[in-house]
């Protein structure tokens, strides 16, 4: 049984480029969310989606958007980036949006690197 | 000030001493508790998970929840050199109130020397 897969492992790009990184859940799972890690810090909250809604959204900026698939695939885009938007960014899926108990299991992240 | 704080180490120990990690919190609302461990660029993977105050032990691993003192621990006993890892504390208001949207703390190193 595939865990969450996140593509791709490591990406570089410069300052005002644009970037989607791409997350398939773990097999019978519906939602996804999204974390971005700076080095040396915990993951920090992007936003969730479910039923390929935006439910939920953390202290991100306008240029951190997602997008949920039918399949509940999902991908982050960021626009404009910057130097600090350098980090490992986390896709985390767990089954049924409010179920008690619900756990979420993580991706292997992708790095993200910005010059 | 952070929602969570937890100490980022490096804690050392020796093989087969026990490691103790802990992270405080300032929000009453948080309701589930989980521990993370997480290796060198690879996604967390989930350790414990508790509701409420309270003990859970899970094989060499206990989690304490202190809810009255907005105070969480994970022990590890018999630490192995494979235990060497960053462990991350984690919490959330519950998924009915937020969507299991957790709120992590900073991560602490743990080196568990041979």
């Known amino acids: 049984d595939a865990g969450v897969t996140q593509s791709p492992t490591h990406l570089i790009k410069t300052r005002g480029q644009q970037v989607t990184l791409r997350c398939s859940p773990k097999?019978?799972?519906?939602?996804v969310s999204w974390y971005q890690q700076a080095l040396g810090q915990g993951p920090q909250f992007i936003f969730q989606?479910?039923?390929?809604?935006?439910?939920q959204r953390g202290n991100f900026p306008d240029r951190f958007s997602g997008h949920q698939f039918p399949n509940y695939s999902s991908e982050l885009n960021v626009n404009a980036l910057l130097l600090g938007d350098s980090a490992l960014y986390l896709c985390?899926?767990?089954?049924?949006?409010?179920?008690?108990?619900?756990?979420?299991?993580f991706g292997s992240g992708t790095q993200l690197s910005v010059l | 000030q952070k929602e969570v704080e937890q100490d980022p180490g490096p804690l050392s120990v020796p093989e087969g001493a026990i490691v103790s990690l802990n992270c405080t919190y300032s929000?009453?609302?948080?309701?589930?508790f989980m521990w993370y461990r997480q290796y060198s660029r690879k996604g967390p993977e989930l350790l414990m998970y508790?509701?409420?105050?309270g003990n859970k032990e899970d094989g060499r691993f206990t989690a304490q929840v202190d809810k009255s003192s907005k105070y969480i621990s994970l022990f590890i006993r018999d630490s192995q050199p494979s235990d060497s890892a960053t462990y991350l504390c984690?919490?959330?208001?519950?998924?009915?109130?937020?969507?299991?949207?957790?709120?992590f703390g900073g991560g602490t190193r743990v080196l568990v020397k041979p």
């Open positions: 508790t509701y409420s105050s």
């Open positions: 929000n009453s609302a948080f309701q589930y």
């Open positions: 984690a919490m959330s208001r519950g998924p009915k109130a937020a969507g299991n949207k957790l709120t």
């Open positions: 985390a899926s767990s089954l049924v949006l409010g179920a008690p108990n619900e756990k979420l299991f």
């Open positions: 989606y479910y039923e390929e809604e935006e439910r």
């Open positions: 097999s019978g799972h519906d939602t």
